[in-house]
């Protein structure tokens, strides 16, 4: 949301204190410049630009993300002669994401450091299949993690009777 004087409480007023505006008026050079040669190319291509994530700028130094589409604003004759678009506020998803890839990280440090060897797997309903291993997986299976990738390594290196085992629990 833009830093606005405390009078411009209603939406109509809020229309009215944009009119005219560029993002020059709003955000930073950092923003308003990319989002100006964004404008320019659709402006001179007729290319809408749909679904972008932006970081911006504002002028008052906040920091705000938003998923932008814009496209080209044509007059009766159909002629191109600016553009509109439509921004939603993804700030509260970006700071959850930032957040979540810390935690990421962290974790992923302390299962690398573990000095046991340790294996998480998983089986998505759709399919997928998502596994992290640790170095001292590998150390213990004597493996690099370029064997690690080859298709059915583990098979190779397990014991029959370990691998009838784990087929059965799944």
Not at 4 to 13: D, F, G, N, V, Y
Not at 52 to 65: C, H, N, P, Q, S
Not at 90 to 99: F, G, L, P, Y
Request: aromatic residues 10%; contains cysteine.
């Amino acid at each position: 949301q833009a830093s606005l004087p405390a009078q411009l409480a209603s939406l109509e007023q809020f229309a009215e204190y944009l009119l005219g505006k560029t993002d020059f008026d709003l955000f930073t050079e950092t923003h308003a410049r990319p989002a100006f040669e964004d404008e320019q190319a659709i402006i001179r291509t007729g290319i809408p630009l749909i679904g972008k994530v932006e970081k911006e700028i504002w002028l008052d130094g906040r920091e705000t993300w938003a998923f932008t589409s814009k496209m080209p604003f044509r007059n009766q004759a159909g002629l191109i002669v600016g553009t509109f678009g439509i921004s939603q506020d993804i700030t509260t998803m970006k700071e959850v994401e930032a957040k979540l890839a810390h935690e990421q990280a962290r974790l992923q440090f302390i299962f690398d450091a573990m000095p046991v060897g340790a294996y998480l797997a998983h089986h998505y309903p759709d399919g997928r299949f998502e596994r992290i291993i640790n170095d001292a997986h590998l150390r213990i299976c004597g493996l690099t993690r370029e064997q690690d990738q080859l298709p059915g390594i583990y098979r190779q290196i397990t014991h029959p009777e370990d691998l009838a085992r784990q087929l059965e629990l799944g």
